[in-house]
């Protein structure tokens, strides 16, 4: 296989908009193409993350359009869709393709209008994302599976639920601490421990500040093969290894607390990386509920399984601590355009290789780690990134 | 790129089902198990086409559910969509992965219950495959994209309409005529060309039997890399080129009797294959409606641009003919599993080359085409398989 590179970022503002999905992904992709110093000619392909774009604005097969919008000359354009983890799905396409000689430059991104439904559209076409025989006849919205989660997990460890909600309510702490200083973020404001504690309970233990939003929003990127890469840039960001795992219903989860899918993505692109999580910088992972981030450091490896909780209450996942999570502001603070989520967590992380990302940057960064959930704990896909 | 080749099969047939998707995908999947002598822990990776699930019966993320119910072991699980060439795009992406060393054996294929929805809400939602802002404003659907094409085809070659109406009559009962033979198919009829000419009208000069029918079905594959393909199977049946191509919306298609998308998948898949049109033996193609067949003859070269309806004519796209079309019975015949089609395309050809197609073999085919088309004229995949 090639080495391919990442040559080239762009991403809109997430929060509410009022373009369509094809224009939000026009910006973007044309930042994108600009940031790396190509022509859109140059482009061999498309590769699309978009979930819900038929009950947004009817729109089904969007990824031809959104590539002739910014003038993409007949080339292939794929739709990608495991629910939250699309973006990430398309981009591991994008990097298998140009790792195969199949291509040379080809671009991957999202596009999502998630706010145009309205919270009981929204709820109800999201929790299509859960198994249909035996998960969706039982009620079962996302909310209501990270509730689970955190009960599990409470149980599992020994932590009451006034603990574990002192605990999540520092993951959001956290995150929006970093979001506020994202120019790209949806939520750009701090919050307070005692706002994040209290705030109106939506799935017990899990209240509002414990949920990431609904954003619009769309991000891209360039990937590029080694010799072009090389030519286009002073600083191209490798793909050192990607990985996807996957798991039935709910029932084939023995333990919620775990996410088998996440721990076959991860075992998948750390061998291929050839690392260990001991090497990984900085790590944007899927924080849609703020039990999900502490979850996902245990299975990326970060935290032994328990632990992760530890990590949080000793600041050791905040931006100047052993592993900075999340330094985009995360799902919670920078929000969550289904679609397009992924591609954002590659956004930042390419951002904070390259040394740029400000006040929010961690020093050093040379290695960093992108993991997304898609569905309940039904698909996760994982990229390694190095500078 | 290594050499991949298919070494396994399977098809639910087409037409109407009790099953839910996924209990579908599981016939068609471990069929294709068994056809290529694996076990399902073999498998490394499932990419999966289903365009409508989420009306169908409420299911978004479906590809790791088909996944888990075959036994697939927590492995990477995608859902493509590009409307109808869904299943294509899919196997497309299937095979780069295993042509750049990312997996050695994995399976393609996609499941679909377009008969569920009924036909209103069918047309409401396969409307959404033409674009938002500019062609569903205008009411166009599916039957009107393609009424519009007839017409266009037959003022530009100088055809009356009666005359261009026999000719697709001629196209319905050669495609019924195969089908017929296929016991895999969804309508098992021969049909007369009188009834096929004065069937009742859906769109002028379109009939009901211009028009191919929904259907629910499922449809997989198996594809290895070379040093398997050889230990597993006496008639691996290799993957010699694909192509994708892309168009924006109908007012960049200057000449709607011709498909950019197609002519740039086209040039891409014989290219690779380093074929010409003139080495095809056999060919699936997209005859979504009979207009659309003519076209497709002449968009991949079998044909000159304006003669394609002679060759229907002459009877050299029948079964005993220059370039036998849609042996299988075609979409017309075969019927249309949306996000299936494409790999249920691969299995006829699969079985026409290992000379597996009994009444309606092909004599001596080595060499195959599938071309699938998404949309109204926007995406198109097409693959090259030979002997």
């Given amino acids: 296989m090639r080495k391919v590179a990442v040559v080239g970022i762009g991403s809109t503002k997430y929060g509410k908009s009022d373009k369509t999905c094809v224009e939000m992904f026009a910006e973007a992709g044309m930042d994108a193409i600009h940031d790396a110093n190509i022509a859109p000619k140059d482009v061999e ?10 009950y947004e604005e009817d729109s089904m097969n969007i990824a031809p359009f959104c590539a002739a919008e910014i003038g993409l000359k007949n080339v292939p354009a794929t739709k990608f869709e495991t ?27 999202g596009t999502e209008r998630a706010l145009l439904m309205g919270t009981p559209l929204a709820t109800k076409t999201f929790a299509m994302g859960t198994e249909t025989r035996y998960e969706q006849k039982t009620g079962l919205t996302f909310p209501g599976v990270f ?13 009451t639920i006034d603990k574990l909600k002192e605990l999540l309510a520092m993951v959001a702490v956290k995150n929006h601490h970093n ?58 960001i490798w793909v050192a290894g990607t990985g996807m795992g996957s798991c039935g219903p709910s029932y084939m989860q023995k333990d919620v607390t775990r996410v088998i899918a996440r721990e076959a993505a991860s075992r998948m692109a750390y061998k ?16 849609c509920f703020t039990i999900a981030e502490i979850a996902a450091t245990e299975g990326l490896g970060f935290f032994k399984f328990g632990e992760g909780w530890k990590g949080v209450e000793e600041g050791e996942t905040s931006l100047d601590g052993r592993i900075p999570i999340n330094t985009s502001g995360g799902l919670k603070s920078k929000g969550h355009p289904i679609g397009a989520t992924g591609v954002g967590q590659v956004y930042e992380i390419v951002t904070q290789l390259r040394g740029g990302a400000g006040p929010r940057q961690v020093d050093g960064a040379e290695i960093g780690y992108i993991d997304t959930l898609g569905g309940d704990l ?7 990134l190095r500078r």
Same sequence: chains 1, 2.
């Fill in 147 to 159: 509730a689970m989660m955190a009960h599990a997990y409470a149980k599992k460890y020994n932590l």
């Fill in 179 to 236: 979001g506020a200083m994202n120019p790209k973020a949806h939520l750009q404001k701090e919050i307070t421990l005692d706002k994040a504690i209290n705030a109106p309970m939506i799935a017990e233990p899990l209240n509002l500040y414990s949920c990431c939003p609904f954003s619009d929003g769309a991000s891209a990127c360039i990937l590029a093969s080694e010799d072009i890469a090389k030519k286009l840039t002073d600083t191209p």
């Fill in 83 to 109: 629910a939250c983890s699309s973006a990430t799905a398309a981009f591991r396409d994008a990097y298998t393709a140009v790792a195969a000689g199949l291509a040379n430059i080809v671009m991957a991104g």
């Fill in 378 to 384: 039904a698909v996760v896909v994982n990229v390694i």
């Fill in 272 to 287: 291929q990386a050839k690392l260990d999580p001991k090497d990984i910088d900085v790590c944007e992972l899927h924080d």
């Fill in 45 to 54: 392909a498309l590769y699309l993350g978009n979930v819900l774009g038929d």
